[in-house]
């Protein structure tokens, strides 16, 4: 099997130490896929691209998913989400790579969330994703967007690059504790308007840690304008793509695979 140039393992320390399941999760979850309602999910089989810690299968479960695989390539991060999703018989985790899914015409709902910026080819993983879909079949992608972040790309990011990401892992996790105090002080005192920031404010100090951690430990993370992430879509074959600005900072995009047969019902967010 070929391994996804990334940060697979990186991440398998970040699911191994953050490995629960909360609540709000669900709600981010929501906005993350804002193309589907909770019952657009209810029936169908889906794929879920780098799982993690099986967190986003956990709820198109819990929507009434007919089934669902989910595939990582960490074996940390497998351990756990087949801990998570243990009770769900109708779950399957796997050890696959993004790059090369063993399903072809199979899934009602292919995604993934947060996962596809952080590959060195992600236009190879998102038509592995469009061969796995059924004819008809939504593809649906969460990303970093660049628009509001430019202060990341400038600043925040050529030190994840030229320090975090070759630092040991646990020393960045330990290093996470000071710009997650900062943030968590400047958030109590009200800094930051856009949306996401409104969101991070009703978060608790570890949740807000395993973001601020999420951001320094990968050796890749690309952020991307909206006529990229369009263009990704369309040049992996995928039909009446749609995208939806979600908390001001990110990316979600939907489109569809040619062909006729089952296809999960897009839901009527208004496209921006």
Known sequence: MSQPVGSSE????????????????????????????????????????GCGTGRNSLWPLKF??????????DEQSLAVARRNLSSFPNAKVFRQSAY??????HFDIAFSIGVIHHLETPSLALKQMVKAAKPGGNVLIWVYG???NEWIVRFADPLRKALFSRLPIGVVHHLSLYPT????????????????????????????????????????????????????????????VRLQWVNEISWAAIGEKNGAGNRAEAGSATDR
Not at 12 to 26: C, F, H, L, S, V
């Open 10 to 49: 990186r991440f398998g320390y970040e699911w191994n130490k953050y490995n629960e399941i909360r609540a709000d999760y669900e709600t981010q979850f929501l906005k993350w896929t804002p193309f589907l309602q909770p019952d657009d999910w209810r029936g169908k089989s889906v794929l879920d691209v």
């Open 64 to 73: 009434g998913a007919r089934e669902a695989v989910a595939i990582d390539i």
């Open 100 to 105: 090369e899914i063993a399903f072809q015409d």
């Open 146 to 148: 660049y628009e509001n």
């Open 181 to 240: 105090t900062l943030l968590w002080l400047l958030l109590r005192l009200g800094f930051g308007r856009l949306t996401y920031f409104q969101l991070l404010r009703t978060f608790s100090f570890r949740h807000i840690r395993s973001i601020v951690f999420d951001q320094m430990l990968p050796r890749i993370a690309h952020y991307w304008r909206r006529e990229t992430v369009q263009q990704l879509m369309e040049d992996a074959g995928l039909q009446n």
